[in-house]
């Protein structure tokens, strides 16, 4: 396809807006295949970028980073399993492959990660050119459910830094998208999970994903140090006051991941004697490190209802009002469509 050509695009082009702008078809170079999008999830971290809230974004940039398509064409110089016509889930993370952390299999806190739909055009246009290293190819499961493959991956990794045993009693803080994908695979691991959310139509959706009880507010019922409290706790929400509050809810020798993504300017107190008396792991989560190839199987798998996550589906020319019904919470995962525009 010519460069001459022009699609629309969903592209971060100031702060506090995005906007439907014309782009050109992207030109393959080697090592790429251009991929026709059939779902683009719209996540927290865009807004984040919306608000000039994502230092490393780039303005004039597609957003879009949870997506999958159709291989529309494939580089003569690119070497790929995949083949014209396949639908394939993509990883928006570009590693320099240099560094290292990319050398010692740390590729996602590569200091020149670069990501589709944050520092280079992605998912919510039409066409993106991805390196061919990013694609996965699927079978057996929709374009709107191969698009949940990047957030899912993102809540594997969350999972393994919860290192979840059989019979562990974990709490997950809210019941978004990555809280409710924690919920499903905390609970497919043999945990217990209690699902804490303000939300009543959430929390009725923790319950479909595995959720072992509901609550609106936690009450651990006694102290940490008597074995009151929970194993392993998830911050799904990116809030100061959540954040600080997982350390509490945490019984003594317990785990605490904060998944949720808070504003770059945000602290929080930390009492040192608490974390040091209640001998607390403080673990975090930065993307998806090696986490595509297992949540593509896992979406295939089938054990779990994932498209239920998908409450509202648009065209890309309804992107308004997607970004309204995103905005309102609503629902749970807005999808938007782009190859039907």
């Known amino acids: 396809m010519a460069s001459s050509e022009l699609m629309n695009a969903a592209s971060w082009e100031k702060p506090g807006a995005i906007d439907i702008v014309q782009k050109e078809v992207p030109v393959l170079q080697a090592g790429e295949v251009l991929v026709r999008v059939a779902a683009s999830g719209i996540c927290g971290t865009d807004l984040h970028i919306c608000n000039g809230e994502t230092p490393h974004a780039a303005a004039q940039v597609t957003i879009g980073h949870e997506f999958a398509g159709y291989v529309e064409a494939i580089h003569p110089e690119t070497v790929t399993s995949a083949a014209v016509g396949d639908l394939v889930a993509v990883d928006p993370n570009l590693p320099c492959h240099r560094c290292g952390f990319c050398r010692t299999k740390k590729y996602h806190l590569c200091g020149s990660l670069r990501c589709l739909g944050v520092t280079r055009n992605g998912g919510m246009a039409r066409y993106v050119a991805a390196p061919a290293e990013s694609v996965y190819v699927t079978s057996g499961i929709s374009p709107e459910v191969a698009s949940l493959a990047e957030p899912l991956s993102c809540a594997v990794h969350a999972v393994d830094m919860g290192a979840i045993k059989t019979g562990d009693r974990a709490l997950v803080i809210g019941a978004g998208p990555i809280g409710l994908m924690v919920t499903a695979l905390c609970s497919t691991g043999g945990a217990s999970v209690t699902v804490a959310e303000l939300s009543a139509m959430r929390r009725e959706r923790a319950l479909e994903f595995g959720a072992s009880a509901v609550t609106a507010a936690v009450d651990i019922g006694g102290h940490p140090t008597d074995g009151f409290g929970y194993d392993v706790v998830f911050e799904c929400v990116g809030r100061p006051e959540t954040m600080e509050a997982a350390l509490s809810y945490a019984k003594a020798g317990g785990t605490v991941v904060w998944v949720g993504v808070a504003k770059p300017d945000v602290t929080i107190p930390v009492s040192p004697f608490m974390v040091y ?47 309204a019904a995103f905005r309102s919470g609503a629902g749970i995962k807005v999808c938007v469509r782009p190859s039907e525009d």
């Not at 993307?287 to 190839?293: A, D, I, K, L, R």
């Not at 297992?294 to 509202?312: E, F, N, P, S, Y």
Request: hydrophobic share 40%.
């Open 277 to 323: 008396r209640h001998e607390l792991t403080i673990r975090s989560t930065y993307t998806n490190p090696y986490g595509m190839e297992r949540a593509v199987r896992i979406l295939a798998d089938g054990k779990i209802a994932w498209g239920r996550l998908i409450t509202h589906t648009f065209g890309l020319d309804q992107f308004d009002e997607a970004w």
